[in-house]
């Protein structure tokens, strides 16, 4: 409990006290507790792979959020159709217009959880809006500035969640096995790039159906495997109270 006052003792006093009625006490600048720092600001020193678990793990959180612009930073960008993170493969070159560009880009997989180098053809319609950070300039047709300093080809001005809606929503996981089902290495030219992305989820989701109808069939297949195997048991069970089969009794036995 808090005295009233530092140096009030009792009203029966006529003055204050030589002393204070509040003892003194020193402590030690290693008991004082601070404050930590926000997470955000060390998202800079962490690994590309952290910022992605934070992404795909934190679905609608303010560290998704920030997982997005610090990569945002690091020059990937959000696919909106693929629903996946890509950058410019620094090694090669791309042929650029000013709606798309063909080349090599890395991607990362989330089902496998590493980064899968493609030949592909990047729509700048399709990449996640994002608004300017700093260093970076707006999105536009500036197909140079893909992966540069300043550029924002894959990216650009925009709110921050909807990659995260995007990837965690209503839809979450279909990025599952889209990178196996995309075979971009032979790359058309410009005149069929739209149509060729279009083939390629088209592919992608084609295989899916055909995936949903293998399960429902090995589903299929292990209730006649369980109900042939409950029809043995019942034959064996007639069998044995018959006196007959294997579990018929052993004359003489007691």
């Known amino acids: 409990m808090m005295p009233l006052h530092g140096t009030f003792a009792s009203p ?17 600048a290693c008991y004082n507790v601070q404050p930590p720092p926000p997470v955000q600001a060390k998202l800079g020193s962490v690994l590309d792979e952290t910022l992605f678990y934070m992404f795909y793990s934190m679905p609608r959180d303010a560290l998704q959020d ?19 993170w890509l950058m410019k493969d620094q090694s090669s070159e791309q042929s650029k217009t000013p709606t798309f560009e063909r080349g090599s880009y890395i991607f990362f997989d989330p089902n496998s959880w590493e980064k899968v180098k493609k030949d592909f053809i990047v729509m700048y319609d399709a990449l996640e809006e994002r608004r300017q950070v700093s260093g ?24 921050l969640s909807n990659a995260g809606n995007l990837a965690n929503g209503l839809e979450g996981g279909s990025h599952t096995g889209l990178l196996s089902s995309l075979n971009l290495t032979a790359t058309p030219g410009p005149t069929s790039a739209q149509s ?14 055909a995936q949903a109808q293998q399960q429902q069939a090995q ?36």
């Open 66 to 84: 920030a997982a997005a612009v610090e990569l945002y930073n690091r020059h990937w960008r959000y696919h909106k159709e693929l629903r996946l």
């Open 12 to 28: 029966w006093f006529e003055g204050p006290t030589s002393s204070d009625v509040e003892a003194e006490f020193h402590v030690p």
């Open 136 to 159: 970076m300039a707006p999105n536009g047709n500036n197909a140079a500035n893909l992966h540069g300093a300043g550029g924002a080809a894959v990216g650009g001005g925009g709110p």
């Open 219 to 254: 589903q299929q297949r292990q209730q006649q495997q369980q109900q042939q195997a409950q029809q043995k048991s019942l034959q064996m069970m007639n069998m044995a109270s018959g006196g007959h089969g294997p579990f018929a009794p052993i004359n003489g036995s007691k």
């Open 196 to 209: 060729h992305l279009k083939q390629g989820i088209h592919a992608f989701q084609q295989q899916q159906q």
